[in-house]
Nanobody
Framework: QVQLVESGGGLVQAGGSLRLSCVAS????????AGWYRQGPGKQREMVAG???????NYVDSVKGRFTISRDNAKNTVYLQMNSLKPEDTAMYYC??????????????WGPGTQVTVSS
């Protein structure tokens, strides 16, 4: 059974940092791309960052220069380092594992989410 478990969310003041982690089990993680999505209150889910199987990364414009996605295939883990956080980054953050790093498909795997709240 495939399982993704996120951790690292929380409450932080604007300008602060958080590091999200997502551990995958039940799959050969290195065979897949991975990404982080978020959904804020009243907003649609949007892609934040993605990383391909060979380590190429992509980011939504609003987080470029502040967030960094990385992966450790030996630990079946994808990370999202978030610096210079802003109140508009407040959202539920979801880990995604699938065939590509720049979009998602119906059969992708998802974690349950971890809440990030940035206070002003």
């Amino acid at each position: 059974q495939v399982q993704l478990v996120e951790s690292g969310g929380g409450l932080v003041q604007a300008g602060g940092s958080l590091r999200l982690s997502c551990v995958a089990s039940g799959i050969t993680f290195s065979f897949y791309a991975a990404g982080w999505y978020r959904q804020g209150p009243g907003k649609q889910r949007e892609m934040v960052a993605g990383i391909s199987r060979d380590g190429r990364t992509n980011y939504v414009d609003s987080v470029k220069g502040r967030f960094t996605i990385s992966r450790d295939n030996a630990k079946n883990t994808v990370y999202l380092q978030m610096n210079s956080l802003k109140p508009e980054d407040t959202a539920m953050y979801y880990c995604n594992v699938g065939p590509t790093s720049d979009t998602y498909y119906p059969n992708d795997y998802w974690g349950p989410g971890t809440q990030v709240t940035v206070s002003s």
